[in-house]
């Protein structure tokens, strides 16, 4: 089970990115999978996830609006669209896969795998 992120960079407040999470080694079908950020000095937080088969999603109240998740079950890739970036999104972003198809909640004990991480920077 491999989760290779990417598309993360240096961009000015207002701007946006685009995070790619490509995964092999399973199919996305049987899993939750999202997003998790962590910023200098503080925890790792939920950012959004996506669930399999409702498809229902979550985003973290100070993403909302800002931030859209899509997964492509047959490229086996998640994406997370990050629009009117702030400064305080700074942070290195990890895609994560949850162990079960459907949470309720996104918390780093229900993760069995994580990437290596993009490094997000907004900043003027």
């Known amino acids: 089970v491999q989760l290779q992120a990417s598309g993360g960079g240096m961009v000015q407040p207002g701007g946006s990115l685009r995070l790619s999470c490509a995964a092999s080694g399973f199919s996305l079908d049987g899993h939750a999978i999202g997003w998790f950020r962590q910023a200098p000095g503080k925890a790792r937080e939920g950012v959004s996830y996506i669930n399999t088969g409702t498809g229902s999603t979550y985003y973290a109240d100070s993403v909302t609006g800002r931030f859209s998740i899509s997964r492509d079950n047959v490229e086996n890739m998640v994406y997370l669209q990050m629009d009117s970036l702030k400064p305080e999104d700074t942070g290195v972003y990890y895609c994560?896969?949850?162990?079960?198809?459907?949470?309720?909640?996104?918390?780093?004990?229900?993760?069995?795998?994580w990437g290596q991480g993009t490094q997000v920077t907004v900043s003027s």
């Open positions: 994560a896969r949850s162990r079960f198809r459907s949470v309720v909640v996104f918390a780093p004990d229900l993760i069995d795998y």
